[in-house]
C-alpha cells in the first residue's frame, strides 16, 4: 500500500471525518487523557480573563478537553481539515469558542495567548520548528505550550505495543469505518517515525522554550503518549 504524504493528510482527515468521533470514543482513554493533558496549561480561575489556541482541533475533541479546564475563557480553534472542522462546529459550543480553518504552518489568528494546546499535532508537521517558533512567538511571556502526543521512539516495549494495537484494532477498525485504512496505516507508521520524548523536549528547548518536561498518560497509553509542556 502506498505511504499517504505528509502533504496530503488534511485530505485525508476530511474523508475519515464522518466517523472519526466513533472510533476515537472507542478508546476508554481517549478523552480522559486530552483533559489531563489540558491541566498543564495553568488555567486560573476557570479561565476567567484568559485566552487559549486550540491547533489541530480535528472535530472538538481537544476543544472539550480544553473548555473543561477553561470554561471561562476565549478558545480559538483551528484545523487544516474542512470535514473535521464541519463535524466540530456542529457541536454545541459556547459563543466563546471560534473555529479557524487553516494549516499550523500558515496560521492566521493573532496573539498573545495565555497557552497553546497542540492534541496530536506536532508529529504530522512537515518542518514542525517553524511552526514550533511561530507558536511560541503567539505567547505571552510565560504562557505554555502544552503538545499531546505520541511518542514511542524511546522504549521497544512502547514500540511493539503501538505496532500491536494498531493492527489488532486501530487499522482494521478504522478501514471498517472509513471504508479507507490508508489514514490509520499512516498513524502507525507516523508514530514510529517521530521522535522520542527526549528528542521532542531537546526540539522543544532548542526552539527556546523553558522548563520543558514531559508527562507520561495512563492506562495502556502509558509510555505510548505523553504530555509535553514548555513556557514561553
Same mark, same amino acid.
Given at each position: 500500500?502506498?505511504?499517504?504524504?505528509?502533504?496530503?493528510?488534511?485530505?485525508?482527515?476530511?474523508?475519515?471525518?464522518?466517523?472519526?468521533?466513533?472510533?476515537?470514543?472507542?478508546?476508554?482513554?481517549?478523552?480522559?487523557?486530552? =483533559? =489531563?493533558? $489540558?491541566?498543564?496549561?495553568?488555567?486560573?480561575?476557570?479561565?476567567?480573563?484568559?485566552?487559549?489556541?486550540?491547533?489541530?482541533?480535528?472535530?472538538?475533541?481537544?476543544?472539550?478537553?480544553?473548555?473543561?479546564?477553561?470554561?471561562?475563557?476565549?478558545?480559538?480553534?483551528?484545523? $487544516?481539515?474542512?470535514?473535521?472542522?464541519?463535524? $466540530?462546529?456542529?457541536?454545541?459550543?459556547?459563543?466563546?469558542?471560534?473555529?479557524?480553518?487553516?494549516?499550523?504552518?500558515?496560521?492566521?489568528?493573532?496573539?498573545?495567548?495565555?497557552?497553546?494546546?497542540? $492534541?496530536?499535532?506536532?508529529?504530522?508537521?512537515?518542518?514542525?520548528?517553524?511552526?514550533?517558533?511561530?507558536?511560541?512567538?503567539?505567547?505571552? %511571556?510565560?504562557?505554555?505550550?502544552?503538545?499531546?502526543?505520541?511518542?514511542?521512539?524511546?522504549?521497544?516495549?512502547?514500540?511493539?505495543?503501538?505496532?500491536?494495537?494498531?493492527?489488532?484494532?486501530?487499522? %482494521?477498525?478504522?478501514?471498517?469505518?472509513?471504508?479507507?485504512?490508508?489514514?490509520?496505516?499512516?498513524?502507525?507508521?507516523?508514530?514510529?517515525?517521530?521522535?522520542?520524548?527526549?528528542?521532542? =523536549?531537546?526540539?522543544? =528547548?532548542?526552539?527556546? @522554550?523553558?522548563?520543558?518536561?514531559?508527562?507520561?498518560?495512563?492506562?495502556?497509553?502509558?509510555?505510548?503518549?505523553?504530555? @509535553?509542556?514548555?513556557?514561553?
Amino acid at each position: 500500500m502506498a505511504r499517504l504524504a505528509v502533504g496530503a493528510v488534511p485530505g485525508a482527515f476530511d474523508e475519515a471525518a464522518s466517523g472519526y468521533d466513533l472510533l476515537v470514543g472507542a478508546n476508554p482513554d481517549y478523552h480522559r487523557e486530552l =483533559r =489531563r493533558s $489540558a491541566t498543564a496549561l495553568g488555567v486560573r480561575d476557570g479561565g476567567r480573563g484568559q485566552r487559549f489556541l486550540d491547533l489541530g482541533c480535528g472535530t472538538g475533541a481537544s476543544t472539550a478537553a480544553l473548555l473543561a479546564a477553561a470554561p471561562h475563557a476565549e478558545v480559538v480553534a483551528v484545523d $487544516a481539515s474542512a470535514g473535521m472542522l464541519d463535524r $466540530a462546529r456542529r457541536k454545541p459550543w459556547p459563543d466563546t469558542v471560534t473555529f479557524v480553518h487553516a494549516r499550523a504552518e500558515d496560521l492566521a489568528v493573532h496573539g498573545p495567548f495565555d497557552g497553546v494546546f497542540a $492534541a496530536y499535532l506536532v508529529r504530522n508537521l512537515e518542518q514542525p520548528d517553524p511552526v514550533l517558533d511561530a507558536v511560541r512567538g503567539l505567547l505571552k %511571556p510565560g504562557g505554555r505550550f502544552v503538545a499531546h502526543e505520541y511518542s514511542v521512539r524511546d522504549s521497544w516495549a512502547a514500540t511493539a505495543l503501538w505496532t500491536f494495537v494498531c493492527w489488532a484494532v486501530i487499522i %482494521p477498525s478504522g478501514a471498517l469505518v472509513t471504508r479507507s485504512p490508508k489514514l490509520y496505516t499512516y498513524l502507525w507508521r507516523s508514530v514510529l517515525d517521530f521522535d522520542g520524548a527526549s528528542a521532542l =523536549r531537546d526540539r522543544l =528547548r532548542r526552539i527556546g @522554550f523553558t522548563g520543558v518536561r514531559a508527562l507520561p498518560a495512563a492506562g495502556w497509553q502509558r509510555g505510548i503518549v505523553h504530555t @509535553f509542556v514548555g513556557k514561553a
